[in-house]
């Protein structure tokens, strides 16, 4: 099931103005689905951004992305 990235708006103290976060992933088949529930479960502030297709993380101990430990969404979800 496709996995949908969403966003906020917080005020940022230091520099004294709205700035973009990232919010709750939410797991639905579509994007009006994720919608729906972002409505239903009172998660207003919440946007919906895009579609998660792949995370890829950090070597140990740097910034460094390792891309053999990728995780592809799309592939798990053709499977």
């Known amino acids: 099931m496709p996995i949908f990235c969403t966003q906020m708006q917080v005020y940022d103290h230091i520099n004294k103005q709205l700035v973009w976060v990232d919010g709750k992933r939410i797991e639905a088949p579509t994007w009006e689905l994720a919608e729906e529930y972002i409505i239903t479960e009172g998660y207003n502030w919440l946007v919906i951004t895009g579609k998660l297709i792949c995370e890829i993380p950090c ?5 460094d ?3 053999k430990n990728k995780i ?3 592939k798990i979800q053709q499977n």
């Open 65 to 67: 992305p390792d891309w």
């Open 72 to 74: 592809d969404y799309e």
């Open 59 to 63: 070597k140990k101990g740097s910034n």
